[in-house]
């Protein structure tokens, strides 16, 4: 059995969320520019997020989760790149037109249904980097779709929204954003649960970046992309993780995930079959704090120093769960942990200690079993320490139950972040269902067919269509793949369809031109074609043709056509050659090589240098050989 028929059989599935930023000038709801700054920012303002009841009377559990954090949130501003909209003290300008059109283009580049009216929502956003608390965002198209291996993966929706501020520091209470990329225009594409394996998550992820990187509507570089994946197995439950950098970590992060969701369902079973269920989880809390005065331990004595609480909480029927792992060199109580460090704000680690690991946070055998004893334990229950600030640590108490609540329950609803190798932590509560509402501050924009069809007959033709056609050309799929999404690509696909050239060769040389920008290479695409045609007729030489190449990209002097017409072959009959072989014929005869090999290799040498490499090298080696 392979590792993937082993995650289908767990009933496997994943659904993507890919965020690109879009190529635009400004940014979508008010006219800043919309470039990064890692320069020192001109100001900052300090604010607090609170909850509100909804139109319902109801608080979101992501906001009421954000709120026991008691954070304050700083924000880097900078007077080029931020405005009172950023701050919430300005409404809306009008949508960026600009963006809307990319978004709109690449909606049908995904096949997707275009929307007949835009109307713009507000979709809580609750972490502090948005400072409005929510983000403004439209549906543009729904229904589309991207072909895999014989089969359509469905996308659901595709929205044109605002991006979210930039995270510099999370420390304790205190977390700073840096407002720059605070409200680019950004694309989300979401699609269906439709990846049974952490292989096809990679491969699907990999695929919509590239068709949406090959328009040449997005930007590129670090940051400008940030993939989720929603994974889920039988009898467990949707959990997130969050702002995966590369798709190729897609594979490995979901079939952790799939691993720690099938742990988590063993843990619910053993609970069940001892009695333990949401009903008899008491969790008595204990202070601790005046019991060790006499104990020997670095966080005792670093707590006596700050004036710090200790506090336990006695968890029924949990002994042995808390040493379960749960991810590669994780283990359940470090699902406790993530939720204190988070929530509780309790952040330098370790900030828990557990009775299952007698020797975790410096705790002896010994010094447990007195703490099991002060806490009324009986063989079956386990023991969770926290300590810090009074009111963090009785946060974190309740946190702590609330999690070994959930245990009872199996797979918590969740956002996790990536910390490396496949293995997450948690980030926060899953946001529910209701977040989106309508803004007031927003009209709908009509779209129209006239519209549409403008923008339809100015799309580029789709990634994996362009690499179908190159590959029965003859181009590999690894050259097709980095082609596509190359600065180069619409030149290659000229030099591939009006050329013989082959594609391998053809790409070796537009590598030369890495650095020249699409003006240079698309202006000049017929001077290219005359190149490589000239180069087919073994009127160049392959080193010429690649010498040629790199004089264009580093923006040589004098013309393609005049390029060409300085490193015309030249005839290996001609006097001058013929001249020139029989003179170092005559130089090397008395001199000593290896072999006649060596003695031909090295004539040949200096012929070709001797004409700049504008000879025909075989050629010229069928001339040397004659008589030698």
């Known amino acids: ?23 635009t000038e400004k940014k979508l709801f008010c006219r800043c520019p919309a470039y990064y700054r890692n320069d020192r920012p001109d100001g900052q303002i ?40 950023e701050l919430d003290d300005t409404p809306p300008f009008p949508i960026n037109r600009q963006a809307l059109e990319i978004a709109l283009k ?10 007949d009216e835009l109307h713009v929502s507000r979709k809580q956003y609750l972490d502090g980097s948005i400072p409005t608390g929510f983000q403004r965002t439209a549906i543009v198209g729904v229904d589309g779709w991207v072909p895999y291996k014989g089969r359509k993966i469905h996308i659901t929706h595709l929205c044109l929204e605002e991006d979210a501020c930039r995270e510099v520091s999370d420390i304790g209470h205190e977390i700073i954003f840096r407002t720059d990329r605070l409200s680019m225009p950004l694309l989300e594409v979401i699609t269906a649960p439709d990846m049974l394996d952490p292989t096809e998550a990679m491969e699907v992820n990999a695929l919509i970046g590239m068709i949406l990187k090959a328009s040449g509507l997005v930007r590129r570089g670090i940051g400008s992309v940030r993939q989720d994946v929603n994974v889920s197995i039988a009898g467990g439950d949707r959990v997130e993780i969050k702002g995966t950098p590369h798709s190729w970590m897609s594979g490995e992060l979901t ?9 988590l369902l063993g843990i619910k079973e053993t609970l069940r079959l001892r009695g333990i269920n949401d ?32 506090k336990g909480i006695k968890l029924d029927g949990f002994a042995g769960i808390m040493s379960r792992p749960v991810q590669p060199g ?66 974190a108490l309740s946190e702590i139950k609330i999690r070994a609540i959930e245990a009872t329950r199996g797979v918590p609803q969740e956002t996790r972040q990536s910390i490396g190798s496949g293995v997450t932590d948690f980030e926060r509560i899953l946001p529910g269902a209701d977040r989106m509402y309508p803004d007031t501050d927003s009209p709908p924009v009509k779209i129209t067919a006239e519209w ?37 690509a619409a030149l290659f696909d000229r030099l591939v369809n009006d050329t013989e050239t082959n594609p391998g060769l053809i790409w070796s040389g537009l590598k030369k031109l890495s650095g020249s920008d699409h ?30 190449l790199e004089q264009a990209g580093r923006g040589g002097n004098g013309s393609i056509p005049d390029m060409i017409e300085n490193h015309a072959l030249v005839d290996i009959d001609s006097p001058e050659v013929t001249a020139l072989i029989a003179e170092f014929k005559s130089e090397t005869a008395d001199m000593i090589f290896r072999s006649d090999d060596d003695r031909i290799n090295y004539i040949c040498g200096r012929i070709k240098a001797s004409f700049g490499g504008r000879v025909d090298g075989a050629g010229v080696r069928g001339r040397v050989v004659d008589g030698v």
């Open 519 to 548: 003006l240079f290479l698309n202006g000049n695409a017929q001077h290219f074609i005359t190149l490589f045609k000239t180069y087919e007729a073994k009127k160049i030489t392959r080193d010429s043709l690649f010498d040629i």
């Open 452 to 488: 549409l069809d403008r923008l339809r007959a100015e799309l580029p033709e789709p990634a994996y269509k362009l690499i179908d056609k190159w590959e029965k050309k003859g181009a590999s799929t690894d050259i097709a793949e980095k082609a596509v999404v190359s600065p180069q």
């Open 106 to 115: 690449l909606a049908m580049l995904l096949n997707c249904a275009v929307v």
């Open 279 to 310: 009903k008899t989880l008491h969790g008595e809390k204990f202070d601790l704090t005046d019991s060790f005065a006499d104990l020997k331990n670095p966080i005792i004595e670093e707590s006596r120093v700050n004036g710090w609480k200790i």
């Open 330 to 395: 994780k283990f359940f109580a470090d699902e406790l942990a993530g939720r204190v460090r988070v929530i509780a704000c309790l952040d330098r680690m370790p900030n828990i200690a557990v009775s299952d690991i007698p020797q975790s946070a410096g705790f002896t055998v010994e010094s447990w079993l007195r703490i099991r004893k002060q806490c009324g334990c009986k063989h079956t229950d386990a023991v969770v320490l926290t300590w810090g600030a009074e009111d963090d640590v009785n946060t």
């Open 1 to 23: 059995m392979t590792n993937n028929d082993k995650y289908r059989q767990l009933g496997f599935k994943c659904g993507l969320e890919i965020h690109q930023q879009l190529l």
């Open 46 to 85: 300090v604010r607090h997020m609170r909850p509100t009841l909804s139109e319902l009377g109801e608080y979101d559990g992501t906001a009421l989760m954000e709120f026991k954090t008691k954070k304050n949130i700083t924000y880097q501003l900078y007077r080029e790149n931020s405005c009172t909209y």
């Open 255 to 263: 079939a952790i995930e799939a691993e720690r969701q099938a742990a």
